[in-house]
């Protein structure tokens, strides 16, 4: 019968368990500050992709009435090569599509 030989284990290093409480609470207080500030931002970027947009069409109403002589009726009128080839973008705040108001001929609303 052969005998194991027994000698000084090698010690393993583990997290005990107050050490993972306390990194769990880093990481929370971490996320709380972090999380609120990157969806301000979010909406904040939203809200200048907006206002891009709406400059965009109004430059291309802009374009139309210069090309045209009489202002587009609707934005549909401005989904062609030369204005917007693709489509009429949608607000990113609210995905809802932008209007033109009929006595300034501007895209009005989506004051956000």
Known sequence: MAM????PRPARRAFSLLEMLAVVTIMAIIASIVLPRVAFHAFSAKQKACLKYRSSINSAIEKYMFDHGTPPTQLSDLESEDYFPESIPLCPTDH????IDPTTHRVSGHNH
């Open 96 to 99: 809802t599509a932008y209007t």
């Open 4 to 7: 194991a030989i027994s000698g």
